[in-house]
């Protein structure tokens, strides 16, 4: 399996930016990804997931503002940014895992077993 983030680029506070992660060799019908950031200094952090069956889930820090999305067609996942702020600046990893049910799709790190290299995100006030 491998995932491969991209779209990550310097944009000024308050604009938008749209990430990718195209993942190969994940067959599996029923999953669970997610995307995770991490700044410096700071723990990685989960921003959104969702599940092969639609279901999503966020941040409260990006609620509103961010929006996970998958084209299985394209094996996939998106992740539409706007309202950018300063602290929003991170690296940006996506990750999955095989799920059979939308509730178990957690923020947590170790839950993941397949990891991107990430991708950079940097807003500018």
């Known amino acids: 399996v491998q995932l491969v983030e991209s779209g990550g680029v310097s944009v000024q506070a308050g604009g938008s930016l749209r990430l990718s992660c195209a993942a190969t060799?994940?067959?599996?019908?029923?999953?669970?990804m997610g995307w995770f950031r991490q700044a410096p200094g700071k723990e990685r952090e989960g921003v959104a997931n969702?599940?092969?069956?639609?279901?999503?889930s966020y941040s409260d820090s990006v609620k509103g503002r961010f929006t996970i999305s998958d084209d299985n067609a394209k094996n996939t996942l998106y992740l539409r940014m706007s309202g950018l702020k300063p602290e929003d600046n991170a690296t940006y990893y996506c990750?999955?895992?095989?799920?059979?049910?939308?509730?178990?799709?957690?923020?947590?790190?170790?839950?993941?077993?397949?990891w991107g290299q990430g991708t950079q995100v940097t807003v500018s006030s």
């Open positions: 969702i599940h092969s069956d639609g279901t999503t």
């Open positions: 060799g994940f067959t599996a019908s029923t999953y669970c």
């Open positions: 990750a999955a895992r095989y799920a059979i049910l939308a509730f178990s799709c957690t923020f947590r790190t170790a839950w993941y077993n397949y």
